[in-house]
């Protein structure tokens, strides 16, 4: 069974942001475009990946703020790469508000589960689920 458009572009951003969190100081607009010209990423991903991104880029602090008050006892700083980065892509796909919360955790949970570890999964499922809340996309 192919995977959704959506979940290949989740990849993608994922790809683009641990990427760029391991450059610490590059564009991730520069970064994303030389990961996804390498893989020679399909279009449909690449935009809607880049809509995840740019939502990254414009409120990058804020979403890291929110977080922070869900991850209590971890700094966003102090998690590991992979966390770290799936957790501000699930944050991002919250704030935009275009995917019913519960997809975008199962989504980003799998994607802790794949990059990562089950302890990944679980930790970002715990994650996700407080921000969905806290942002009152979920009851």
Same mark, same amino acid.
């Given at each position: 069974?192919?995977? *959704?458009?959506? =979940?290949?572009? *989740? =990849?993608?951003?994922? $790809?683009?942001?641990?990427?760029?969190?391991? *450059?610490?100081?590059?564009?991730?607009?520069?970064?994303? $475009?030389?990961?996804?010209?390498?893989?020679?990423?399909?279009?449909?991903?690449? %935009?809607?990946?880049?809509?995840?991104?740019? /939502? /990254?880029?414009?409120?990058?602090?804020?979403?890291?703020?929110?977080?922070?008050?869900?991850?209590?006892?971890?700094? /966003? %700083?102090?998690?590991?790469?992979?966390?770290?980065?799936?957790?501000?892509?699930?944050?991002? %796909?919250?704030?935009?508000?275009?995917?019913?919360?519960?997809?975008? /955790?199962?989504?980003?949970?799998?994607?802790?589960?794949?990059?990562?570890?089950?302890? =990944?999964?679980?930790?970002?499922?715990?994650?996700?689920?407080?921000?969905?809340?806290?942002?009152?996309?979920?009851?």
């Amino acid at each position: 069974m192919a995977a *959704r458009v959506e =979940s290949k572009g *989740r =990849s993608r951003a994922l $790809q683009a942001l641990y990427a760029w969190d391991m *450059r610490k100081d590059d564009d991730l607009g520069r970064v994303s $475009q030389l990961i996804w010209d390498d893989l020679a990423v399909a279009p449909e991903e690449r %935009e809607f990946a880049g809509k995840l991104l740019r /939502i /990254i880029l414009a409120n990058g602090p804020a979403l890291d703020e929110e977080l922070a008050e869900v991850t209590t006892n971890w700094r /966003i %700083e102090r998690l590991g790469a992979i966390e770290r980065c799936v957790l501000r892509l699930g944050a991002a %796909e919250l704030e935009q508000g275009l995917t019913p919360p519960r997809v975008v /955790i199962q989504e980003c949970v799998r994607l802790g589960e794949r990059y990562g570890s089950a302890t =990944s999964a679980r930790f970002v499922n715990g994650v996700l689920d407080a921000l969905a809340r806290r942002m009152g996309r979920l009851a």
